[in-house]
């Protein structure tokens, strides 16, 4: 008896929490309804529509994206991609890819340990990017209209 009782007030105690969180941010009771109604139709998952990022086409992905290649292909990179495009390389954050834009150009990949951020551990990391990292094919473009 003692521990049935003791797991129905651990039920109580849950529901309460979720119902105080979600009066907090002001979740009414019909959008839970809502959302039991809409799963039980087979519409698929609620939780998932608001977090899952579109998928692209895989067709498309792989003509706009070229994975990279070598070391001379990550140099066109540093020295041509924009912040988004440095931004995918394993390492390297909004912050790290405004420094290597700032040291432009760059010659060779150890000209990067001279990059504020970057020391030799990162610098692995970003040659880690090689035969492995996507990128928009775009980049390499920019470099072909350049010469």
């Given at each position: 008896?003692?521990?049935?009782?003791?797991?129905?007030?651990r039920?109580?105690?849950s529901?309460?929490?979720v119902?105080?969180?979600?009066?907090?941010?002001?979740?009414?009771?019909?959008?839970?309804?809502k959302?039991?109604?809409?799963?039980?139709?087979?519409?698929?998952?609620?939780?998932?529509?608001?977090?899952?990022?579109?998928?692209?086409?895989?067709?498309?992905?792989?003509?706009?994206?070229?994975?990279?290649?070598?070391?001379?292909?990550?140099?066109?990179?540093?020295?041509?991609?924009?912040?988004?495009?440095?931004?995918?390389?394993?390492?390297?954050?909004?912050?790290?890819?405004?420094?290597?834009?700032?040291?432009?150009?760059?010659?060779?990949?150890?000209?990067?340990?001279?990059?504020?951020?970057?020391?030799?551990?990162?610098?692995?990391?970003?040659?880690?990017?090689?035969?492995?990292?996507?990128?928009?094919?775009?980049?390499?473009?920019?470099?072909?209209?350049?010469?």
């Amino acid at each position: 008896m003692r521990t049935a009782l003791s797991v129905s007030l651990r039920r109580l105690r849950s529901l309460l929490v979720v119902g105080l969180i979600a009066a907090l941010c002001g979740v009414t009771p019909d959008v839970f309804a809502k959302a039991k109604a809409k799963k039980a139709e087979g519409d698929g998952e609620v939780a998932k529509e608001r977090t899952e990022k579109p998928k692209a086409e895989p067709e498309a992905e792989a003509a706009d994206t070229v994975v990279i290649a070598d070391e001379a292909a990550l140099l066109t990179v540093l020295n041509q991609g924009d912040v988004k495009v440095l931004q995918l390389l394993p390492g390297v954050g909004k912050t790290i890819a405004g420094a290597i834009i700032a040291a432009r150009p760059i010659a060779a990949l150890d000209d990067l340990l001279k990059v504020e951020g970057i020391a030799a551990k990162r610098l692995e990391k970003i040659k880690s990017a090689i035969g492995k990292t996507k990128v928009p094919a775009a980049v390499f473009a920019k470099e072909a209209a350049d010469k």
